[in-house]
């Protein structure tokens, strides 16, 4: 029987939490705190209040409201970032990304929901979009091509992973969410191209990394700071995703078509799940009953139950998906459209149904969605007893 840590109210293991009577608020760290059933981020860099916000309310807060109702796809083409409304199905204006070459490579949303951080490939940098304004607020140089963030089970820090299999040269980076500077670096894993897409384990804290286009998996530390171990788990790894429990790491293999079940504990497979033409994208539901896997040549998605591995597939043609997110509710998938035609789009699936719901069109003059950010990176824990006086 699966035991799935659908938590969204949450603190890192070991730590204390303290209530502040006055404002219902029960601190878990120096960053963060749940208020009201949600984690916030306090102690934040001031910005301006959003459009439309409230007299008097903070710009913390009105950033959580709009998290429950907006995503964000960025785009490799147009070099481009879009917010959408998960519920009305409707795209807002381009942001504009800083510097002369972007290519936005991973979109993950910070937990609490107040930021989008991205991996800019071209730019080999971090870029911060503050969801309360939709603006960038910062910038992090970092190393070459970066591909990949996760954020660590405490939220203090981003892991950030670059394509370079240099020798000698850093491409592994942990960058500080409360200021915005790079903690530390290190040599990674150099095989073949260097450290591909990287994934947390929300119930060790472990971070797991593919070798980009290769075989091999990695299992990261919680600290962020060297790799425990590895194991030969396929041909042409690319994106992963560890379940809810921390039972097993899926992992896409976009040489064989195929999803990879791999045991967290062992690193050895346990499964392995026929898929459509080029796998690209995963996902878990926070219930960790399905994923949901886009396969690039093939212009559809696989929706996986992980009880009987049984496979549904949706047809998203004439799109070539590429990045998937599910909501925070679990009721939809959302997947980034690559090169829809004449009006790029993100694709929007029923999870109860497998069904296609619809889709987002982008404005005109987006180009090749690449990756989709719709819910904030949970930071579960050892279930902890969070109490608001």
């Given at each position: 029987m699966r035991l799935a840590l659908v938590i969204t109210m949450c603190?890192?293991?070991?730590?204390?939490?303290?209530?502040?009577?006055?404002?219902?608020r029960s601190a878990i760290d120096d960053l963060t705190a749940v208020e009201n059933?949600?984690?916030?981020?306090?102690?934040?860099?001031?910005?301006a209040p959003a459009e439309g916000q409230p007299e008097g309310e903070s710009a913390v807060t009105a950033a959580l409201d709009r998290g429950v109702g907006d995503g964000y796809v960025a785009c490799s083409t147009s070099d481009d970032v879009y917010p959408f409304s998960l519920t009305g199905l409707t795209a807002g204006a381009a942001i504009v990304l800083p510097g002369s070459l972007n290519y936005p490579y991973d979109a993950t949303e910070r937990p609490g929901g107040?930021?989008?951080?991205?991996?800019?490939?071209?730019?080999?940098?971090?870029?911060?979009?503050?969801?309360?304004?939709?603006?960038?607020?910062?910038?992090?140089?970092?190393?070459?091509?970066?591909?990949?963030?996760?954020?660590?089970?405490?939220?203090t820090f981003a892991l950030v992973a670059c394509r370079d299999n240099t020798a000698g040269v850093d491409n592994m980076y942990r960058v500080s969410t409360s200021t915005y500077a790079v903690l530390d670096s290190w040599v990674g894993p150099l095989d073949y191209l260097g450290p591909g897409n990287v994934a947390l384990d929300q119930v060790s804290g472990n971070f797991y990394m593919v070798q980009w286009y290769d075989n091999a998996l990695h299992e990261l530390a919680a600290?962020?700071?060297?790799?425990?171990?590895?194991?030969?788990?396929?041909?042409?790894?690319?994106?992963l995703?560890?379940?809810?429990?921390?039972?097993?790491?899926?992992?896409?293999?976009?040489?064989?078509?195929?999803?990879r079940v791999i045991d967290r504990v062992s690193l050895a497979q346990v499964n392995a799940v026929t898929v459509g033409d080029d796998p690209w994208g995963i996902d878990v539901t926070p219930d960790g009953a399905k994923l949901y896997v886009t396969c690039e040549d093939s212009q559809n998605v696989y929706a996986v139950d992980t009880s009987t591995w049984t496979t549904t597939v949706i047809s998203v043609s004439p799109g070539d998906p590429r990045d998937v997110d599910i909501s925070q509710d679990g009721t939809r998938a959302f997947v980034a459209g690559g090169d829809s035609g004449s009006t790029d789009v993100v694709y929007v699936i029923d999870v109860a149904t497998d069904?296609?719901?619809g889709t987002v069109p982008l404005p005109a003059g987006a180009s090749n969605v690449n990756v989709v950010a719709a819910a904030p990176q949970p930071v579960p824990v050892e279930l902890m007893q969070l109490r608001v006086e």
């Open positions: 603190a890192a293991a070991g730590m204390a939490a303290t209530t502040t009577a006055a404002d219902e059933g949600r984690i916030i981020t306090l102690d934040r860099p001031s910005a107040s930021e989008v951080w991205m991996a800019d490939a071209s730019d080999n940098s971090v870029i911060v979009v503050e969801r309360s304004t939709d603006t960038v607020t910062h910038q992090v140089p970092i190393g070459e091509y970066a591909v990949s963030l996760a954020f660590s089970k405490d939220a600290a962020g700071t060297w790799v425990l171990r590895s194991a030969d788990e396929g041909t042409s790894l690319w994106q995703v560890v379940d809810p429990d921390g039972s097993v790491v899926y992992v896409t293999d976009r040489g064989t078509d195929q999803v069904t296609l719901l």
